[in-house]
């Protein structure tokens, strides 16, 4: 109930195309669903969030799209850097209690 | 933004000593903070969630008398590794809750030797 499930593992993309990571979860009330970047040694950074009365949040090339009914979020990163090469981690919390951590996807972005 | 100050960045110590790792928020107060452990490749694990003023949560598993937390002030947290090992060499990070989210320090790098 409390899992969020991640995927790919692993993502190569081009320098210019788009980079999508998946996540699902079960618990419904989750209500708090951000995204975070984290490069080697050192901590996550946030991205972008989303709250569940939403279906879509843009923020320069980084978008979430959320599917309440699939139980489902997603993360695309549009015309992918090499800058963008980090591990990504989604996220969910409930009520401001703590995060729950997918497994990440290691993004390598290749010029 | 939201700033969570994180030190030491690395620390280097020697097994049965001990080690405390201190997280500040830098411009807000953080009436709850979070302890995360992570291991090479892998997520970041919840050890403990730390509130101003009260004893510290911590998740099933993590020894509270090996993981030492105190929440003195709204500002500042620590976490003191005692009687190191080296299976408690770890990259350790902090999080602090403010009204832009959840807010990560920098982290700190452990190795017990």
């Known amino acids: 109930q409390q899992q969020v499930k991640q995927s790919p593992q692993s993502l190569i993309v081009q320098k210019g195309g788009i980079s999508i990571i998946n996540c699902a979860y079960e618990?419904?009330?989750?209500?708090?669903f951000p995204w975070y970047q984290q490069f080697p040694g050192k901590g996550p950074a946030l991205l972008i969030a989303i709250r569940p009365d939403v279906s879509e949040k843009k923020e320069g090339r980084f978008t979430i799209s959320f599917n309440k009914s699939a139980k489902q979020f997603s993360l695309h990163i549009m015309d992918s850097q090499p800058g963008d090469s980090a591990t990504y981690f989604c996220?969910?919390?409930?009520?401001?209690?703590?995060?729950?951590f997918g497994t990440g996807t290691r993004l390598q972005v290749f010029p | 933004g939201a700033v969570v100050s994180q030190h030491p960045s690395w620390v280097i110590c020697k097994s049965g000593t001990s080690v405390k790792i201190e997280c500040r928020s830098l411009d807000f107060q953080a009436t709850t903070m979070f302890w995360y452990r992570q291991f090479p490749k892998q997520s970041l694990m919840l050890m403990a969630t730390?509130?101003?003023?009260?004893?510290?949560?911590?998740e099933q598993g993590v020894e509270k008398d090996k993981f030492l937390i105190n929440h003195a002030s709204l500002t500042l947290s620590t976490l003191t590794v005692t009687s190191a090992h080296p299976e408690d060499s770890s990259f350790y990070i902090c999080s602090a809750r403010g009204n832009e989210g959840y807010t990560f320090g920098s982290g700190t790098r452990l190795t017990v030797v």
């Open positions: 618990n419904t009330a989750f209500d708090y």
């Open positions: 996220a969910a919390s409930y009520n401001t209690d703590k995060l729950i």
């Open positions: 730390s509130n101003e003023g009260s004893k510290a949560t911590y």
